[in-house]
């Protein structure tokens, strides 16, 4: 896929039921567990570009997306102006962003345009599960990849570190091939 330059993804940090503050903000309806999430941002050699964690869990990827900093040519995420970046199904479909086609819009195009629809689809799914890969590394960690029970503002600093550490251990696994 000509000028696809990473992907983009959320993944969910499950958290003990809040005490203190409003529950609902935490609790995703969606994962039925009260949670954070975190933006991860990889690069075509599978190295995290960017991540930013500390989203409540009541929202939903396309929302935390909104309030990241803003991604493009001369913006606060510098990308060339020509380069895109995959993202499932919920992310607006702007630049710099490449979401899948949707069965609905497919299915009233003529046969030709279905099959590159969906050949585009097949080659869009093949390359975006590298970001799946990376959030499953990320998560070998216990701190974050178990229930999270310490206090909830410390937890993006956390999240930041282990992304560090997973990609010191990518690092340290590819020097010994």
Not at 54 to 70: E, I, P, S, V
Not at 129 to 158: D, M, N, P, Q
Request: hydrophobic share 35%.
């Amino acid at each position: 896929m000509p000028n696809v330059l990473g992907c983009i993804d959320g993944t969910s940090h499950e958290i003990l039921v809040p005490q203190t503050e409003p529950q609902e903000d935490f609790y995703s309806g969606h994962r039925k567990f009260h949670c954070i999430h975190t933006q991860v941002v990889i690069d075509n050699e599978k190295n995290i570009c960017h991540i930013h964690s500390g989203f409540l869990g009541h929202d939903n990827d396309a929302f935390a997306y909104q309030q990241m900093k803003r991604i493009g040519p001369g913006l606060d995420l510098d990308f060339p102006a020509n380069g895109f970046i995959l993202a499932d199904s919920i992310y607006p479909n702007t630049r710099p962003l490449v979401t899948p086609y949707k069965a609905n819009e497919i299915a009233r195009l003529p046969r030709n345009e279905k099959r590159r629809k969906r050949k585009f689809n097949k080659l869009h799914k093949k390359r975006r599960i590298f970001v799946e890969h990376v959030i499953k590394e990320l998560k070998t960690f216990r701190v974050i990849g178990a229930i999270y029970r310490h206090t909830r503002w410390e937890l993006s600093c956390i999240v930041e570190t282990c992304a560090g550490l997973a990609k010191r251990r990518a690092e340290f696994i590819n020097n010994l091939d």
